[in-house]
């Protein structure tokens, strides 16, 4: 028991440097590691990984929200659809594995992601020094809210499907993009994951100690980031993530 729950720490210290580094891999990673080195269910790897994930991005989430990276009019009407219906997706998650299996659904999300990744990787950041909010990306704001949050209360996949469908679909500038993106996905995340405590679908000898470790690797990962290129990281996490997407699907 003390051997595993220190094997989860330092997983959880390895995820957080990543997710660190990268703002990326929060549930594309974690989800699938629970399920392949800890043996879990993927219902349960879910919302195991919801409420880890849940403490490590609100605590990132806060630090965009200080730099002033947050668009309220974008947040405020994604929150108001993408909140109940991850709730929901959490709660019923054994209906929604029935007519759409959950590993089907992350593979699907975690090769799409990869692709994203890579698009992410060549893509130029648009200057956004005259960037004003026009009513249409308020409009889909919610539209967008529905369809993450579903994705989300199944998956525990979080930020990145956010932050493509705010890049690419709003087209946010890269650094509103990404601090919106993180504050609506952990607080989205956390409403989610008390659907899946309510559902028991949490294990807490894994959540226990993956929490601290993937707190503590999230700082470490941070500053490990202004040492190693980012694009170097970036390229590393692309590939892990082909191989788990193809894992999964395989499974």
Do not use: C
Not at 137 to 160: C, E, H, K
Not at 174 to 203: C, K, P, Y
Not at 204 to 212: N, R, V
Request: charged residues 10%; without cysteine.
């Amino acid at each position: 028991m003390i051997i595993m729950t220190l094997l989860v720490l330092l997983w959880g210290i390895f995820l957080g440097m990543i997710v660190g580094s990268t703002a990326v891999g929060t549930g594309l990673i974690g989800t699938p590691s629970l399920i392949f080195l800890f043996h879990l269910e993927p219902l349960m790897a879910i919302g195991t990984m919801s409420v880890a994930g849940t403490v490590m991005m609100i605590s990132g989430a806060l630090k965009h929200y200080k730099n002033g990276y947050l668009q309220p009019k974008i947040a405020i009407p994604f929150m108001i659809t993408s909140f109940p219906v991850a709730f929901f997706t959490g709660l019923h998650g054994k209906v929604v594995n029935e007519y759409l299996p959950l590993s089907i659904i992350m593979g699907v999300l975690i090769i799409g992601s990869s692709l994203f990744l890579i698009i992410r990787l060549f893509r130029k950041n648009e200057e956004d020094a005259s960037f004003s909010i026009q009513n249409w990306q308020i409009i889909a704001s919610p539209l967008l809210g529905v369809i993450t949050g579903f994705l989300m209360g199944a998956t525990s996949i979080s930020g990145s499907i956010i932050l493509l469908s705010f890049l690419i679909i709003l087209r946010l500038p890269e650094r509103f993009a990404v601090g919106t993106a993180s504050i609506v996905a952990g607080l989205t995340l956390g409403i989610s994951s008390i659907a899946h405590i309510m559902s028991s679908h949490v294990d807490y000898s894994i959540a226990l100690p993956l929490i601290p470790g993937v707190v503590g690797g999230a700082y470490l990962g941070a500053h490990l980031s202004q040492k190693i290129p980012v694009k170097v990281i970036q390229i590393l996490l692309i590939i892990i993530l082909i191989g788990a997407g193809i894992a999964i699907l395989l499974k």
